[in-house]
């Protein structure tokens, strides 16, 4: 199924250039970033302008706010810098309103902003609202002032022996855990879920997470629901009081409400409907990548990560770039192949999986897998700088048989 400029005719969404075509980017994220750099390269010399939108200056390294969070100093990466030489137009400011009617974004609730098309790439953050508490008491990993505020309480707590607790056991509760052990080896970490840490590996992968778990004095509270945070303890669903004089929220995910708000076809979590092309079910003009897009493969659903989010926002720029010429667009397709996770500075396991993140036989550990885990942490940026230059691709995988017809 091929959909092209012409095929768009008198549609709405055709890309009529007569006047220029203003592209507006919400997000300067992994996938905002790499999405206005890539289509500034495609487009040059087409008259297309690009205007990318952020709340702050600071490009903010997801991959890397665990290590914020126990006090490393990492790079301060300037989203201008990063632009320097694209022509991308970088707004700082927050969207608080878009009107799709009109093609029109509000920025802190003064500034417009008039587009052609609009690449919606807002992200996801940790949901703190579901349980009592959790928004008042814990902290997350959702920008690096909390991340580096809870990276004080720790060394504040590990001079008295103190407790933290990590509420959630995916990898970014996995990965926030052993960093805090192995850096504060005087704290002492539980880290607390229903599920079992690593249950979406392989036996090989799960039993050397384990091992790194029980080496670093992690304690687990497996099958353990937190019901409510209170000032220096967290509850358990059957009863039980865990002490905290830290605690960390790790799990849930919620999304902007900007797209929901201007009646852009969402599903019930918020993230935006999306066609084969990453296109907004209810207005086309609008494309939707990374975290905030809700993309559906013949093989299930994309879920958050930088894995997936690159990919969506290579081929958005592309698509936009072939669209802008009137040529064939082709479906987006994709498949998952590895869990990386980091078991602090020292350690990690990759799993390798399938299309759909089922886990193949193959894991690396050890330091073979931190040189792995640590490209794949630097690599956005390093893709960012030579996409000012050459096309390069982040789809490693476009998950073969499973995605080469798209969903119905
Ligand atoms: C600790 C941690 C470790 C992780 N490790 C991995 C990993 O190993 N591998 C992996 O694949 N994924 C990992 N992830 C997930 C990954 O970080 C996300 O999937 C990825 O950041 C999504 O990219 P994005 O561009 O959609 O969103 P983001 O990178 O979150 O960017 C969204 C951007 O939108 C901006 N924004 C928000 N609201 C507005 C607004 N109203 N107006 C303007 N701008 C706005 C935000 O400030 C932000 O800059 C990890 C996440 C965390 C927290």
């Known amino acids: 199924m091929g959909v092209t400029g012409t095929e768009a005719g ?44 952020n709340p702050t200056s600071r490009f903010v390294e997801r991959l890397r706010m665990h290590q914020i969070a126990t006090g490393q100093q990492l790079a301060d990466h300037r989203i201008p810098d990063l632009l320097a030489g694209t022509g991308v137009t970088f707004v700082q400011g927050t969207a608080t309103a878009i009107e799709p009617e009109t093609r029109r974004i509000t920025v802190d609730g003064t500034m417009s902003l008039d587009y052609d098309t609009l690449i919606y790439a807002l992200g996801s953050s940790t949901d703190t609202g579901k349980v009592p508490g959790a ?56 880290l607390i879920s229903p599920d079992e840490p690593g249950g979406l590996m392989g ?53 902007s409400s900007l797209a929901t708000d201007a009646r852009i076809a969402t599903d019930d979590r918020g993230l935006i409907l999306v066609d084969a092309t990453l296109r907004s079910v209810s207005h086309p003009e609008i494309h939707a990548i990374g975290d905030a897009a809700a993309v559906r493969l013949a093989w299930g659903q994309l879920h958050g990560s930088c894995q997936s989010g690159l990919p969506t926002a290579q081929y958005t720029a592309d698509t936009v770039a072939r669209l802008v010429r009137g040529k064939a667009v082709k479906p987006f397709r994709f498949g998952y192949y590895h869990q990386p996770v980091s078991l602090g500075r020292r350690d990690a396991v990759i799993q390798f999986t399938r299309t759909d993140f089922t886990p193949r036989r193959q894991c690396l550990t050890g330091r073979g897998a931190v040189a792995y885990k640590e490209m794949v942490s630097g690599s956005p940026l390093l893709t960012y700088r030579f996409s000012k230059r050459m096309n390069l691709t982040t789809i490693v995988s476009k998950g073969g048989r499973a995605t080469r017809r798209p969903a119905a």
């Open 135 to 190: 928004d008042v008491q814990a902290f997350t990993l959702n920008n690096p002032e909390i991340a580096g505020r809870f990276a004080a309480r720790l060394t504040e707590i590990a001079a008295a022996r103190g407790t933290v607790t990590v509420c959630g056991a995916g990898l970014t509760g996995i990965e926030a855990a052993t960093e805090i052990a192995e850096s504060h080896p005087a704290l002492h970490v539980t």
């Open 10 to 53: 008198a549609r709405p969404w055709e890309i009529d250039m007569t006047n220029g075509h203003h592209v507006v980017v919400l997000g300067a994220g992994y996938t905002g970033m790499f999405s206005a750099i890539r289509l500034a390269h495609r487009t040059r010399r087409t008259g297309v302008k690009i205007t990318l939108v």
């Open 203 to 255: 036996a090989k992968a799960r039993a050397h997470l384990h091992r790194a778990l029980d080496r670093l004095g992690v304690t687990l509270e497996t099958g353990a629901r937190v019901t409510k945070v209170l000032p220096e303890a967290v509850e358990l669903a059957d009863g039980r009081i865990i002490r905290s004089d830290a605690c960390l929220w790790t799990t849930g995910v919620k999304v």
